[in-house]
């Protein structure tokens, strides 16, 4: 069956920085837009990047532009959501979505992850 496990999460200093990485199974990894979003208590799951079925073309909200940059390795069916200079807003759930059009919204996207932890401490 379809899996999206999302894995790295932990609790990192601001400033830092963390590697997530989304293992998917179950579906042709290659033929899907691979997503990115993130929820934090009390607030609605919002849009973090997205990066298309090669990896030619990548995507992200303003918030984090220039800070987190999202690469995919088709040969290992993962997708990897690297983040610089942590701030402790950038403290949610993060999951990684599978779509078969890119999109910076939830509806389009088919598959979700259970999500993993970030927190960024002051």
């Known amino acids: 069956q379809v899996q999206l496990v999302e894995s790295g999460g932990r609790l990192v200093q601001a400033g830092g920085s963390l590697r997530l990485s989304c293992a998917a199974s179950g579906f042709t990894f290659s033929s899907y837009v691979m997503g990115w979003f993130r929820q934090a208590p009390g607030k609605e799951r919002e849009f973090v990047g997205f990066i298309t079925w090669s990896g030619a073309r990548t995507v992200y909200a303003d918030s984090v532009k220039g800070r987190f940059t999202i690469s995919r390795d088709n040969a290992k069916n993962t997708v990897y959501l690297q983040m610089n200079s942590l701030k402790p807003e950038d403290t949610a759930v993060y999951y990684c979505?599978?779509?078969?059009?890119?999109?910076?919204?939830?509806?389009?996207?088919?598959?979700w992850g259970q999500g993993t932890q970030v927190t960024v401490s002051s």
């Open positions: 979505a599978a779509g078969r059009q890119f999109a910076v919204t939830i509806t389009p996207y088919d598959y």
